[in-house]
T-cell receptor
Framework: QQQVKQSPQSLIVQKGGISIINCAYE??????FPWYQQFPGKGPALLIA?????SEKKEGRFTISFNKSAKQFSLHIMDSQPGDSATYFC?????????????FGEGTQLTVNP | AAGVIQSPRHLIKEKRETATLKCYPI?????VYWYQQGPGQDPQFLIS???????DKGSIPDRFSAQQFSDYHSELNMSSLELGDSALYFC??????????????FGPGTRLTVL
């Protein structure tokens, strides 16, 4: 059972457009929500992360929106570029003193056409 | 900046053989995590260690074992390899500062192929 559900599975956007990826979770104990970018054959790279005490976080062209009551969060990529073409994973974890596992969504394959 | 180092990067084994994957965390990081990623799938958590003690355990087969050493590097030992073990294996590390949100940084992965 997927604890973090991600959509869409794939996304095609034109250069300069906005890419939007959505995630939903069930476990209310999750309190840390990062997004990772992964290129083929490479390790996931941390993009941006948010805690449930804020509703939005922006870093450059990347913005996370968080809706605690709906248990949903999303990634917005503004001015999408061909170099953004990759697989994006949302994740969630529970803060623990000894480190917390990440539970990933299924991933979204983003293609940005030139 | 220093990143997580994994070795080897590629490994080819026969069924029923054993394999050892190594992970060197970012300097001063005290927690390591192991994940397995099949083709087209999301990474699945296997096991983690904090200060050389197992801290969390996920869907790791009994054929696999892992440990973290005094220098904080970690090794994942895999025995009686099966075809289904073919995957990318990632190590991640974080600095657990007690009560903080532990950002996990991933290594480049080891691609294991079992023939």
């Amino acid at each position: 059972q997927q604890q973090v559900k991600q959509s869409p599975q794939s996304l095609i956007v034109q250069k300069g457009g906005i890419s939007i990826i959505n995630c939903a979770y069930e476990n209310t104990a999750f309190d840390y929500f990062p997004w990772y970018q992964q290129f083929p054959g490479k390790g996931p790279a941390l993009l941006i992360a948010i805690r449930p005490d804020v509703s939005e976080k922006k870093e450059g062209r990347f913005t996370i929106s968080f809706n605690k009551s709906a248990k949903q969060f999303s990634l917005h990529i503004m001015d999408s570029q061909p170099g953004d073409s990759a697989t994006y994973f949302c994740a969630a974890s529970m803060r623990e003193t000894s480190g917390s596992r990440l539970t990933f969504g299924e991933g979204t394959q983003l293609t940005v056409n030139p | 900046a220093a990143g997580v180092i994994q070795s080897p990067r590629h490994l080819i084994k026969e069924k029923r053989e054993t394999a050892t994957l190594k992970c060197y965390p970012i300097p001063r990081h005290d927690t390591v995590y192991w994940y397995q990623q099949g083709p087209g799938q999301d990474p699945q958590f296997l096991i983690s260690f904090y200060e050389k003690m197992q801290s969390d355990k996920g869907s790791i087969p009994d054929r696999f074992s892992a440990q973290q050493f005094s220098d904080y590097h970690s090794e994942l030992n895999m025995s009686s390899l099966e075809l289904g073990d073919s995957a990318l294996y990632f190590c991640a590390s974080s600095f657990n500062s007690g009560g903080s949100y532990n950002e996990q940084f991933f290594g480049p992965g080891t691609r294991l192929t079992v023939l």
